[in-house]
């Protein structure tokens, strides 16, 4: 249960690995996903449902942060790129 409570549990400013951390991670990983399935030329739903999933992802990583108490000085950093990274995606593909 040590991991899990590690997760899960309230964590100091300076945390690193929170469920919120991870989530926001693989939002990152979604937009450049989302961004390459564009170049490719994958199937529409597929990219839709990737680009959803991504934005999704940031609904429920601030959510979870402040739900859990597990905002971080990392999670300050990372939120705000993969926001950029999911904008500059969709505005390529504009």
């Known amino acids: 249960m040590g991991f ?3 997760l899960f549990g309230p964590r100091e400013k300076d945390g690193i690995l929170t469920i919120s951390n991870l989530i926001t991670l693989g939002g990152i990983l ?3 996903v989302y961004a390459l399935f564009y170049v490719y030329g994958a199937n ?3 990219i839709f449902s990737v680009l959803f999933l991504a934005g999704f992802s940031d609904l429920l990583d601030g959510f979870l ?3 859990l108490k597990q905002s971080t000085n990392l999670g ?3 939120d705000p790129v ?3 990274i999911l904008l500059f995606a969709i505005l390529g593909h504009i």
């Open 4 to 6: 899990l409570n590690s």
């Open 30 to 32: 979604l937009g450049l």
């Open 44 to 46: 529409r739903w597929l």
């Open 65 to 67: 942060a402040r739900r």
């Open 76 to 78: 300050k950093i990372i």
């Open 82 to 84: 993969r926001d950029r």
